[in-house]
């Protein structure tokens, strides 16, 4: 076994200008930069069980925002380090570029390549805590900005070994230091798919999330969650080794073929993320087009003269490529992207010698991805002719515009705003009610294509669609370009009601299929228009939804009421918790049915009591069935299943927390809260009109620019890659081929329902 000491820890100094210049090590002092920080701890950890030592890590948020990392390894060494002359726990955590990652000798294969990770995240934490479990005995020290406040001390003794950090990330340094769950997740679960061995635990004390992901399918249940369409092949699987006298390469692979048209490929070095891809995944890619192209020359007898490219075939291709090699050379610290030469001509051979071994023992799934791609060729020739098409009606003119643009007279892109608006009532008054100079309308007659399944051919065959790329400039497909839009605000402008909200996904799946670089950069948005406008004398006020309005109403109605002991921001603060208390009630009684009993549940809780409790409203329990209660009511006999679907669904969960912070005031109220906030709104109400908007169309156009489309005034919500996709996901699950998670779906959702216009 290799000698893991002091001696192993090789030092290139330099510390200081981490916090100086911290987006040089970390990417950026965003979101993404102090994830990153997790990741750096996390990535050593994975390195200790790359190497054989490790097979549990855990990763906490605590409740004072601070984020625990643990692993079972060896531990961090602590005896004197040779040359620093201080301990070799210290001197990882103290100096830029000190770690065990490069001789080649304790760690073959290492993410970590660098060896900055944990010193850079001791710079950029306000206080660091390093606790090591090694030899028999517990070590402790602590840091603060990247400096020790305490010596590494001996303070218990113990069986086991391993290592853990705690940190709290500098509010000097990031513009916050609030950790999201769905974005550790996610990092987390490639780990372990990527690492079948291990087993890593997260909880979130503040969301309240504790999971565990281990998945011994590896990469072959990893390359199933990449898309949620119907594969039409097997999943395809390799594991190879390369080695000569000064290299040596795993290339590991799992890939299926989809019935959609988008390629997801995801890779990986040493279990380090590279989006960029690399020479790992260029390889894979080459060797794959090679495989496929081969058979079909040999196999398949195309009668048309068609010529497969290797964009054919990445139609529908879902991939994970990860290899483990020594002394990657990545292109940044957040090796984004694998630079080693030598890797693509490796990956490619390995790719292409076993996909046409596979092939011949498996011509049943050569032929099906075979035929993908022919089809994807011809889809190709065909779309190349439709955008020639619409290339020639893009070229910017007055006449080659779409007729039912309204544009702007700016012609810079950083000015102009390009408003999709649902319908030509509501574009009518967008046109009237916009400033010209920078706002340009564009109405849409209806529901636009669905293009979740749709090729670049396909989606250019809607005249609606075939009008929005016109509009924008950019082209589609082969001719995208992102540089020559128009417009750099696109704002989708639906009405605040189902139909709406339905227009606003096909909206975001298409960009999301077609023109996602638009997405990426930032350019999308989804307009805001209120839901209400109340008026009483000389008060009017647009309110967006029911919250909002519940908030407003609050406002308007509070100094009706005076309670003896407790101040109007106090009442405030128990008003709105009410009016959240009784929209969750209101919720869970959709979904579960018999109001009173779920208060009662969230109140009290003791079934012993439900009897009692019931008889002040003179309701009876008629009969019992296990968990099922039959109860006579004021409205019939109504039923409720009393279990712990219920007690642990979300909703109950939240409305329990919110009755808690109401009862700190149940002393000073001694009424019932949902009763006081009732006779608030009611004395708000009185006099007043108070209008549901079921459309845009209803607005005046001076209503409209007012509380829409006002810079000033306006609210507008930037689209994420991550909106599009769940919205391109959400369409796959209604209008996909797959009707069992449908039906789930449904079944479990119709209960909750809202807002349907008939």
Request: glycine share 8%.
């Amino acid at each position: 076994m290799t000698k893991y000491g002091a001696e192993s820890i090789k030092v290139l100094k330099g510390l200081e200008a981490v916090r100086k210049r911290p987006g040089m090590y970390i990417g950026d002092t965003g979101i993404k930069g102090l994830h990153h920080l997790i990741y750096e701890v996390v990535d050593n950890a994975i390195d200790e069980a790359m190497a054989g030592y490790a097979t549990e890590i855990k990763v906490k948020i605590n409740k004072d925002g601070s984020v625990t990392i643990s692993d079972n390894g060896r531990g961090i060494p602590v005896d004197i380090h040779p040359e620093e002359k201080i301990p070799a726990a210290t001197v990882v955590l103290t100096v830029l570029h000190a770690g065990g990652k490069f001789d080649n000798k304790t760690y073959k294969v290492s993410g970590g390549l660098h060896g900055v990770g944990v010193s850079v995240v001791n710079a950029l934490s306000k206080k660091l805590i390093m606790t090591i479990k090694r030899d028999g005995k517990i070590y402790r020290q602590e840091f603060k900005r990247g400096k020790p406040i305490t010596d590494l001390e001996v303070i218990g003794k113990t069986k086991e070994s391993g290592t853990t950090i705690q940190f709290w990330p500098d509010e000097e340094i990031f513009e916050t230091t609030k950790f999201s769950s769905d974005i550790l997740r996610r990092r987390l679960k490639e780990l372990a798919y990527l690492n079948p061995n291990i087993t890593i635990y997260f909880e979130n004390e503040i969301d309240e999330i504790k999971e565990t992901y281990h998945f011994e399918g590896g990469i072959k249940d990893f390359v199933k969650t990449l898309s949620n369409k119907e594969c039409i092949t097997e999943i395809i699987y390799y594991n190879e080794h390369y080695s000569d006298k000064e290299k040596s390469l795993d290339v590991e692979v799992a890939l299926c073929y989809d019935i959609g048209y988008d390629e997801k490929v995801l890779s990986f070095v040493n279990n380090i993320r590279t989006p960029e891809g690399g020479t790992h995944e260029s390889g894979f890619r080459a060797g794959l087009s090679k495989a496929i192209i081969n058979y079909i020359n040999k196999n398949m007898n195309l009668k048309e003269n068609i010529k497969i490219t290797g964009d054919d075939v990445k139609e529908g291709l879902n991939a994970i490529v990860s290899v483990k090699m020594s002394e990657p050379q990545f292109e940044g610290q957040t090796k984004g992207k694998l630079g080693s030469s030598y890797v693509k001509p490796i990956v490619q051979k390995l790719t292409y010698e076993y996909l046409t071994r596979y092939f011949e023992e498996n011509p049943n799934t050569a032929k099906t991805i075979s035929q993908k791609a022919i089809a994807a060729a011809k889809s190709r020739i065909a779309a190349k002719k439709a955008r020639e098409l619409t290339r020639k009606q893009t070229k910017i003119g007055v006449g080659t515009l779409p007729g039912k643009l309204a544009d702007c007279q700016t012609k810079n892109p950083e000015e102009a705003e390009l408003y999709l608006v649902e319908g030509d009532s509501a574009g009518g008054s967008a046109k009237q009610g916009r400033d010209r100079y920078f706002q340009a309308i564009l109405p849409l007659r209806g529901k636009i294509l669905n293009t979740q399944k749709s090729s670049d051919v396909k989606a250019l065959s809607s005249e609606e669609i075939k009008n929005i790329i016109t509009a924008l400039g950019t082209g589609i497909g082969k001719d995208f370009d992102a540089d020559k839009v128009r417009y750099k605000k696109i704002i989708i402008m639906t009405d605040a009601d189902v139909d709406g909200s339905h227009i606003q996904t096909l909206i975001m799946t298409f960009f999301f299929n077609h023109l996602r670089d638009l997405i990426e950069r930032g350019y999308l948005y989804i307009a805001q228009p209120p839901l209400y406008r109340y008026k009483k004398g000389k008060i009017e006020k647009y309110l967006k939804d029911d919250k909002e309005l519940n908030e407003f109403l609050i406002e308007q109605g509070i100094n009706s009421v005076d309670i003896e002991g407790i101040g109007k921001p106090e009442l405030r603060e128990v008003l709105k918790n009410a009016a959240i208390y009784k929209i969750l009630l209101d919720k869970l009684t959709k979904r579960f049915g018999v109001p009173e009993v779920i208060r009662f549940l969230i109140e009290d809780g003791n079934l012993e009591n439900l009897e009692e409790y019931l008889n002040k409203f003179k309701f009876s329990i008629i009969s019992k069935h296990n968990n099922h209660y039959y109860i006579q009511t004021n409205r019939g006999l109504e039923e409720i299943t009393i279990d712990e679907k219920l007690i642990n669904h979300p909703l109950f969960i939240e409305a329990k927390k919110v009755y808690e912070k109401l009862k700190e005031y149940k002393d000073l109220i001694k009424g019932d809260f949902l009763e006081l906030l009732e006779e608030v709104i009611s004395q708000a109400r009185k006099g007043a009109h108070i209008q549901r908007y079921k459309g845009l169309g209803e607005m005046n156009p001076e209503q409209l620019w007012e509380t829409t489309m006002n810079p000033e005034n306006r609210t507008l919500i930037q689209v994420t890659l991550e909106d599009a996709k769940k919205a391109a996901k959400k369409f796959e699950l209604f209008m996909g081929n797959e009707v069992a998670p449908r039906r789930e779906y449904i079944q479990t959702n119709a209960k909750e329902v809202e807002n349907i216009d008939i």
